[in-house]
């Protein structure tokens, strides 16, 4: 979701080749004041950038490190603005939000994508559905909010106020720790909606305000985003469909121009695929440096710890088995898109357009494992040495796929058992370290940035 905006930046950085060279410095600045236009960033923020990075390169003594740190520096200079982080819990719950937007935002589904990153806070959660302008508004949250398992209040014969005030009741006697209420949107800003906005706030009193922003709108969402701040006010802002934004250049438009905070991202289609917008590390990540504190924090809320040890020792020992394999499968699923994960990860933000595609539930090749699995007996799964032919003959039987497929599938598995087992050992790391410098000159050499 970074793309243009990471290549610009590693292209902009290979023009600087000698120390104090000015006109090497001028050659940068122009590849990078081009490329931060096409990538859809506003031309006023673009000249503040260029001007700051130039500035302090020139005084830190022009070089590639000076002109990364100057960078790296001017981008986080943009991208913090005053105001919370993340997600804020009031002091007496229920903590709510009032969800905002305009129609074709993404509003309803990041509203589910929040509550599913609650509930892995262990946060009791409940929806309140206030949209009831938009035909199907209320069934698409009704589906939702029975895929992630989350209490829903909504009734179509009261007005968005009333709905709103009986929500928060009964949120109140169910002791729920955070309310999200989605409200209406249009097409565009009109006086009715912000009428009925203005009600809605009213009966809700909000903890906060989130605008949810379509990132493929380019400056229309900070011009959008402008509007309802000043006609609603709001605390945060949410952006939707970044994953599909290769240009990202948005999110330094509304930090800069909105002067409110960037809450939270949408990194793809699935629940899970909601991140915390923290400036520090979205900016490691535009520079291809990853975002390793982001990726174990979300490691952290799936993998159980105890389950983690026992799961190193069978490795350690080569016990891996299939039961093993499906529990990891489970867990990689609750992570979300393959596509967001391999953005976090130091020097393979460039691969992550390559997984796009990668989905943990509906890859040809992994229900091709998942059916081969289940075709599996109990001691079957708990121990692959004991498939000789003609249970693998029974098993591609059973899972509609070839003997050939079977034996590719099961090597394929032996294989990455082997690896794990290899990896495990004292000197694992530095064997996966020499692996990656091989394919592609280390995570620094894939990301372009000096090391």
């Not at 096409?38 to 000076?66: S, Y």
């Not at 983690?308 to 990891?328: C, R, Y």
């Not at 000789?388 to 591609?396: E, F, G, Q, T």
Request: proline share 2%.
């Amino acid at each position: 979701m970074f793309g243009t905006l990471t290549d610009s930046f590693t292209s902009a950085i290979k023009k600087i080749r000698f120390h104090d060279d000015e006109k090497a410095l001028k050659k940068a600045l122009l590849e990078l004041k081009k490329s931060l236009l096409k990538a859809d960033v506003n031309h006023k923020v673009v000249k503040e950038l260029i001007e700051r990075v130039e500035i302090d390169t020139k005084e830190a003594g022009i070089g590639k490190d000076q002109f990364l740190n100057a960078m790296r520096q001017s981008l986080y200079d943009i991208l913090e603005t005053e105001g919370n982080k993340g997600f804020v819990f009031a002091p007496n719950p229920p903590t709510v939000i009032l969800m905002t937007g305009l129609q074709g935002s993404g509003k309803t589904t990041t509203t589910g994508k929040l509550a599913t990153y609650l509930k892995g806070k262990k946060k009791k959660v409940l929806i309140i559905a206030a949209d009831l302008q938009r035909l199907a508004a209320v069934e698409q949250l009704r589906q939702i909010s029975e895929k992630i398992e989350v209490d829903l209040f909504a009734d179509e014969s009261l007005s968005p106020v009333e709905v709103v005030k009986q929500g928060l009741a009964q949120a109140k006697t169910s002791l729920v720790d955070v309310v999200l209420i989605d409200t209406a949107g249009r097409l565009a800003i009109d006086e009715e909606l912000m009428a009925e906005l203005g009600e809605v706030k009213k009966a809700a009193n909000p903890t906060e305000i989130f605008y949810v922003a379509d990132s493929m709108t380019g400056q229309d969402a900070v011009r959008t985003a402008t509007s309802f701040k000043e006609q609603i006010g709001i605390d945060g802002v949410i952006l939707s469909k970044y994953d599909g934004d290769s240009k990202g250049g948005v999110a330094l438009g509304i930090a800069s121009q909105v002067n409110v905070p960037l809450r939270f991202i949408g990194a793809g289609e699935k629940m899970e695929d909601l991140e915390v917008f923290l400036p520090e590390r979205i900016v490691n990540r535009l520079m291809g440096l990853g975002d390793i504190e982001g990726l174990a924090e979300k490691t952290a809320g799936i993998i159980d710890e105890k389950q983690a040890k026992k799961l190193t020792q069978k490795i350690k020992k080569g016990k891996f088995n299939f039961n093993d394999f499906l529990e990891q499968m489970e867990s990689m699923k609750k992570m979300g898109s393959m596509k967001s994960i391999m953005g976090m990860i130091p020097g393979m933000g460039n691969m992550s357009k390559a997984l796009e595609n990668v989905d943990f539930d509906n890859s040809k090749e992994i229900n091709q494992i998942k059916a081969l699995v289940g075709s599996m007996t109990k001691k079957e799964r708990e121990d692959p040495d004991l498939l000789n032919n003609s249970r693998k003959k029974r098993l591609a039987l059973g899972c509609g796929i070839s003997q050939v497929e079977v034996n590719r599938i099961l090597k394929q598995f032996k294989n990455a058992s082997k690896m794990a087992k290899k990896f495990s050992g004292k000197k694992g790391m530095q064997d996966l370290q020499n692996m990656m410098s091989q394919m592609g000159g280390g995570a620094g050499g894939m990301a372009g940035i000096p090391r």
